[in-house]
């Protein structure tokens, strides 16, 4: 599976170097790791050393990079080098394996359960009653979908998730192994002798070209449904609580949390290990700084820090000065001092 | 499944509004959501502007929220919504769908093992040796139970759970999907050239009527047993190391965890994300803030926030005066100068 | 499956008590848990009380502990009881049920895989194109191995575990219930109207004797891989990034999370609940104190805490001042009063 420099420089409608046809690219690689076969990358003036003696075949170069004037390695020069290099990984992306179109004879799919054209159900998956499955969605083996729970097109959910009875999820959402959606929403009453559950009679709504990774959670409403919008990409290990409303295009993080009824706007993004309180709210484009707790509101476009969370550069003030406080406790003794020695000097 | 606002009203013991047999009611919803078969509900003034704005049906109030007086939506007035609410909701729950009692013929139950009375074993479901499960217990599809595991009677295990051998899981308990229940606790002593694997020999222990989230984990223990008391109800992707003991009633919150040894009285309260140390103590009612760790020990009834966590009313004083750290440092140099210069002019 | 004191002794490489060899051991426990025929443990003398009243049959004790001198229980001295402890624990070590070498009838083995002496594949189970399992490796129930992805020999993979194709497993090597590993990592770029997908074509490499707990995540790299090194344990719930590199002898508590393409080298610890940034490095032997944050790097044997991570001694110098700071406003305070004052009554 190579291809040619040529044509990988056509991919990115970049000027291919001299010779490029001839020169057989196998795979991308790190600058450092790369052998004669690989091409490789360079973003950032910090990694010109790594350029300088690399072995790669070719480098795609971010155009405002400053190249030493006799490199001598071939470059594709390009105005953002992540994103070619992202286009370049699809075409060398190996096939992931895939369960093939129809339902696996291990599988349990209800008989009032619906496929789309070319849906595959892998070995050992279980789909429930009325449920249904888009066009070419895939279940990978060992998946859970509950009655009633709908599929868009081209979605594809990896092994041993589960998805419970009545949610909804859109077209190409990607679930990652092992995660669970739709399972009760953490709600209890203190009824004088034990903690009585509130039933939690909601669902999950999940919009079009969501991601979420593995042993996530998200959990279902207490009613009404808890909603992950549109592009929204989630990462492994988050919880996503009852009722809680995310919005389109947002990025979350390993490891955060948002708890119950919070809404986050569009293209919110929550650091890793973030904590958003219940009820929180977080205007459109705001940003929670990694291993921060938000109490109560970040007001659009703001990035917050801290926890309590603040105004990120309050919270670079006060980390600035924390170094100093032990210091400062010594001076203001020595002030104290220094004053009474004074007055005692004038007989005050 | 509609209810008529009258039988809501006796089911809540409370007087029925005017007409209140003729009006049907489909759902519980929010106020800003339900429509005009949807009962809702006020728990807090602060929500009367959509009180006035709402569409339902009728409307749940707690008794001391003033109401304007020209309210025409029906209401039931009632000493706490929210436990109000909760009770009529779970007469609105759609059913969960289960497997039907008895062995799923895609399932393996040890030969050994035994089923009580209408216990349910799903689809692809693992019973190991000498396991028994109480009368009614349900095991949803892809779950685990290992050798020796004993499960009460009206248990309910959701998808993909992995409970191990030997562990003792009480009545009326409830793992949601994907939690692992079980496993080996994190223990090694070097031996020189490597980590020594400390053997985990003991097991869990889950008491009556516990309810566990997604994607948490409860170890073994090294010896002995792991503990969840009585009614203590844990969140999602939250861990509870090898040797913890929880007690009775106590509330865990999402992605808190409790390191080896650490002992939790009765009704403890962990925040979300929250970290208690290996060996500490929290006594019976404490309160640990969320995105706090407990290094060693909260006194009973005690609420302590912050890492380390520290009594919650001086960490909130910390917290206020942490701002004008940096004003300080400046007020400092200043009196600095201010008292050279008297000194100066004194000729000190 | 009891053992005679003298026999525990003979193990230990210590001097049997008198009269040992008559001496039924049938377990271990804690001093105060301890019953007739148990074995207990002393390691520091906090815990000599508890070793008064046990009532174990026998006691490994610390050399260095100070005994009453009328101590009557029979004694095991050793240089250190940890490690004798878990000795003996293995002992006692009831056996993990494990499914028979072979393959389960219900797995589903492709049949261009292959399976060293004595592997065990068991209920369940899905094995993909390719793959290879060593000698002696178990899959507990509902188990995925994806296409091509190799595992050495002597692995345990407990159940419900999924690993995607193309990984590579070392020898030794046990994953816990629940856990993902080769889920894509998580990367996007904005495209000016979505989160265009970075594919992860990479893969993950798991050295031997490598040990990784429950609902953890290993993710596979954006290319080459993702690294764990040899001997290197990881507790629950832990987020192990894409292109992360973990050097050997690492030990990372639960819920701790690595972010992408950091770097650990050889015997680093992170406490509970700690974060790595992308890219930051951590030094060999260095030291990430439980719920920190690293951002940029720790040196070699440093020892880190807080967050944003600084070197633990100056932490603590922080923590310290800290509950002083707003004695301290009010102390400046009261300086610039008196200062004002003195200058008033000199006339300044």
Known sequence: MTRSLADIAQALNVPAPAGAAAVNIAGLAMLTEAGETHLSFLGDKRYLPEFNATRAAAVIVQRKVPL????????????????????????????????????????????????????????NCFVGARARLGARTILHPGVYVGDDTTLGDDCEIFPNVTIRERCTVGHRVIVHANTAIGSDGFGYRWDGSKHAKIPQIGAVAIEDDVEIGSCSCVD?????????????????????????????????????????SAKLGAGVMLGGQCAVRDHATMGDGSMLAACSGLLDTAEPKQIVSGIPAIPHRQALREQAALPHLPELRTEVRKLHAELEELRKSLGK
């Open 68 to 123: 030493p004037p006799d490199t001598r390695t071939p470059v594709l020069l390009v105005d953002d080098a992540d994103l070619a290099t992202a286009r370049i990984a699809t075409l060398f992306a190996p096939p992931v394996p895939r369960p093939a179109p129809g339902v696996d004879p291990a599988a349990r799919v209800h008989p009032s359960a619906t496929l789309g054209e070319h849906a595959a159900v892998g070995f």
């Open 220 to 260: 279902r409403a207490k009613f009404g449904v808890t909603r992950v919008g549109r592009d929204t990409k989630i990462d492994n290990l988050v919880q996503v609580a009852h009722n809680v409303v995310l919005g389109p295009h947002c990025l979350l993080a390993g490891q955060s949390g948002v708890a119950g």
